[in-house]
């Protein structure tokens, strides 16, 4: 790898941009991608390997690509320290997840109701602030308190995040949605929260629905949800 190669990739993942760098067989040609002058095929190549967190030998017309996936880490940022949350951490640890759970109410978010996770007391906009939600982030609002709720989904929606998730019923999320409308988000904009969370489960109990907010999730991630989006371009 030339230096200016390792410069580029020490940049990006500091930066947690998914990158790929592509080696040719047997040359040891190297690129990283994305890059809007790649071959077609190999920026497919490389996306699908980014998407399912895989890296391997990929056959190219002619050629022979190596690709080696350099994903930032998968994280979950939970807003609302409730039961439900509780028993969504653990299933989420096992899959691998980063998981945040954010929540200014001190009684709520302790260390001895979510043990060995990452707790924060801040309000939830100076959270998702410091936090910054990318392209691997999942953001899940579960406390049902606009005051909690609306101010984590007004940054995931300016954010790449590739999952969002609202708890509440169909009437909930209709008045979520026309705060959110104020606010100045658009319809196509607020389209990307998935509300009421959750595959359709007929799941009642706090770990059903867990499991089934899992369950989206896994779907949005694996039907190639990770590709990048751009956040939404706010009103004046």
């Known amino acids: 790898?030339?230096?200016?190669?390792l410069k580029a990739l020490t940049e990006a993942r500091a930066a947690k941009r998914p990158i790929v760098v592509a080696t040719k067989l047997p040359s040891g040609?190297?690129?990283?991608?994305?890059?809007?002058?790649?071959?077609?095929?190999?920026?497919?190549?490389?996306?699908?390997?980014?998407?399912?967190?895989?890296s391997g030998t990929h056959v190219i017309g002619n050629e022979t690509w190596f690709l080696h996936a350099y994903n930032p880490p998968l994280r979950l940022i939970?807003?609302?320290a409730v039961h439900i949350a509780q028993a969504l951490v653990p299933m989420a640890a096992h899959l691998g997840l980063a998981v945040i759970v954010v929540d200014p109410r001190r009684s709520f978010a302790t260390e001895e109701r979510f043990p060995n996770v990452t707790v924060s007391s801040e309000w939830p906009d100076?959270?998702?602030?410091?936090?910054?939600?990318?392209?691997?982030?999942?953001?899940?609002?579960?406390?049902?308190?606009?005051?909690?709720?609306?101010?984590?989904?007004?940054?995931?929606?300016?954010?790449?995040?590739?999952?969002?998730?609202?708890?509440?019923?169909?009437?909930?999320?209709?008045?979520r949605v026309a705060r959110l409308k104020?606010?100045?988000?658009?319809?196509?904009?607020?389209?990307?929260?998935k509300g009421p969370v959750g595959l359709d489960l007929g799941a009642?109990?706090?770990?059903?629905?867990?499991?089934?907010?899992?369950?989206?999730f896994v779907a949005a991630r694996r039907n190639g949800a990770l590709a990048p989006k751009q956040p939404e371009k706010q009103a004046a």
């Open 204 to 216: 009642i109990t706090a770990p059903e629905i867990a499991v089934s907010i899992l369950a989206e």
């Open 1 to 5: 790898m030339t230096p200016e190669t």
């Open 78 to 80: 939970i807003v609302g």
């Open 126 to 175: 100076d959270a998702m602030d410091e936090l910054k939600p990318d392209v691997r982030t999942a953001v899940v609002t579960l406390t049902h308190d606009p005051k909690l709720d609306d101010p984590a989904l007004d940054r995931a929606l300016k954010s790449p995040a590739f999952y969002i998730g609202a708890l509440g019923s169909r009437r909930t999320h209709a008045r």
């Open 182 to 193: 104020e606010l100045g988000h658009t319809d196509e904009a607020i389209a990307r929260i």
């Open 29 to 54: 040609e190297q690129l990283l991608l994305p890059d809007p002058a790649a071959p077609a095929e190999l920026a497919a190549a490389a996306t699908k390997a980014l998407d399912r967190d895989e």
